[in-house]
């Protein structure tokens, strides 16, 4: 699911040719000038390791981070667009697979 939400497209750092970094699969990019889609991958310090993945699937469905904060900007449309539609059942997967890739340190310029 993870792979058709097409989350790489953001998330994942490019080559110089354009494609994906594999080595850096979802480990936060610069989207443009003002805007970082997150390390999503489950490391401690710069992705989101420390969540639950109830908490992801919540954040996935809502916009909404166990803290009270609420996402904006390109990943905010992404949820009302698309996300929010997804089942809780979905969500979870999407969790799941997030919870169980290679942990990658990065913080994104």
């Not at 990019?29 to 970082?36: L, Q």
């Not at 909404?64 to 949820?79: F, H, L, N, R």
Request: aromatic letters at 6%.
């Amino acid at each position: 699911l993870a792979r058709l939400a097409r989350c790489g497209d953001c998330h994942t750092p490019r080559n110089e040719d354009g494609s994906q970094n594999s080595d850096m699969l979802l480990a936060g990019n610069r989207i443009n000038e003002d805007e970082v889609a997150w390390n999503i991958t489950p490391d401690e310090a710069t992705g989101i390791g420390s969540w639950t993945e109830e908490e992801i699937a919540t954040f996935l469905r809502t916009g909404m981070t166990s803290d009270g904060s609420e996402v904006a900007g390109t990943m905010a449309e992404q949820i009302e667009n698309y996300f929010s539609h997804l089942t809780e059942e979905d969500a979870l997967a999407i969790a799941a697979f997030l919870k169980s890739i290679p942990a990658v340190e990065n913080e994104p310029e």
